[in-house]
């Protein structure tokens, strides 16, 4: 276990270039490690599934993933990659260097969060319904950093967020680790509504032909 949590210590680096025209956050440099990430039933993340690094909006918050998109409302997806084994010495963890550029709304102490995809890789468009998928930031209980490791600093800041689950001897309890929630099917009620209205709309253009 030792040797797995120094391992731990070997931090991914991402170095983000972030432009925005009304809040420039500037060049920061985020050192991310995740220990064992897993499917809802504890099974560690295979190499190459979905891991993605995210912040909130201005809103303060941040919204779940749809069936056509891993982030939505205003947060801003900031990287994507894959679990890898060989680099991390551990299924499920993750090492990884991401160097993106942006433009747009962000500024100084937007909340991060890492969200993962057990039946998604690197090479998946979009979530589609029915993907499960977990998620974890300071807001959802982080026990592991400080608080301000999971904001973006300013300029040249360091920030280094990490999640170690017990099973790695870390604080955080294995079902933080977990992807526990599912993006919802299509409801029937949401189907119906929109049949509705269709319907409505070509009585209407027939009504007045």
């Not at 526990?180 to 929109?194: D, F, K, N, Q, R």
Request: aromatic share 8%.
């Amino acid at each position: 276990m030792k040797a797995t949590f120094r391992t731990l210590a070997l931090l991914a680096a991402f170095s983000l270039g972030l432009i925005s025209s009304a809040r420039p956050v500037g060049d920061f440099t985020i050192n991310f490690a995740a220990g064992i990430l897993t499917a809802s039933n504890s099974t560690p993340l295979a190499n190459g599934s979905l891991v993605v690094l995210l912040t909130n909006g201005l809103n303060g918050s941040f919204s779940a993933p749809s069936s056509t998109a891993f982030v939505t409302g205003d947060d801003v997806l900031l990287g994507s990659f894959g679990t890898n084994s060989v680099d991390f010495d551990t299924a499920g963890g993750l090492i990884a260097t991401l160097h993106p550029t942006f433009s747009g709304a962000l500024t100084t102490g937007q909340q991060l969060m890492v969200r993962w995809f057990p039946s998604l890789t690197t090479a998946s468009l979009a979530p589609g319904a029915g993907a499960s998928y977990g998620e974890y930031s300071y807001l959802t209980g982080n026990l592991e950093s400080d608080p301000s490791d999971w904001v973006l600093p300013g300029l040249g800041g360091i920030i280094n967020p990490s999640l170690a689950t017990a099973s790695i001897n870390g604080s955080s309890p294995n079902s933080a680790g977990q992807a526990l929630l599912t993006i919802p099917e299509p409801s029937t009620c949401a189907l119906l509504s929109g049949l509705a209205v269709l319907g409505l709309a070509g009585w209407r253009r027939h009504r007045y032909a």
